[in-house]
């Protein structure tokens, strides 16, 4: 997990905030298809939650599981509990495809 607050910090003060946003979007990119799993799951606000760009791709690229597990966002509020069931889900697929990325590179150096 990494706050955007700790993220911020990471960042030279000159950097413009456009510039930083779309460097955590490449990093998050290279990590995984966001069609399949998105990294940015783990950036965490004071409430513990991603910020509202991963609710966005989320609904982008996984419009149906964002609706069953939502509502559809034309007529159901985003709850926080609906919220923090998504993150919950996204966040254990994120660990499993990285604990399966760490067995395959050490059974590749082995």
Known sequence: ???YQ???ALCDKGVPLPQ???ALESA??????VRDIDYGVLMALDSG?????FFQRYLCHRHSE??????DPKYHRQTLARKR???????DRVYEHARMAEQERARQAA
């Not at 998050?28 to 298809?33: F, H, M, P, V």
């Not at 939650?49 to 760009?53: F, I, K, N, T």
């Not at 069931?85 to 966040?91: G, K, P, Q, S, W």
Request: cysteine-free.
């Open 66 to 71: 964002y609706v069953t597990r939502m509502g």
């Open 20 to 22: 930083r946003y779309a």
């Open 6 to 8: 700790r993220f911020h």
């Open 49 to 53: 939650l991603p910020g509202a760009e």
């Open 1 to 3: 997990m990494l706050s």
């Open 85 to 91: 069931t998504l993150v919950a889900l996204e966040r």
């Open 28 to 33: 998050i990119k290279s990590l995984g298809d």
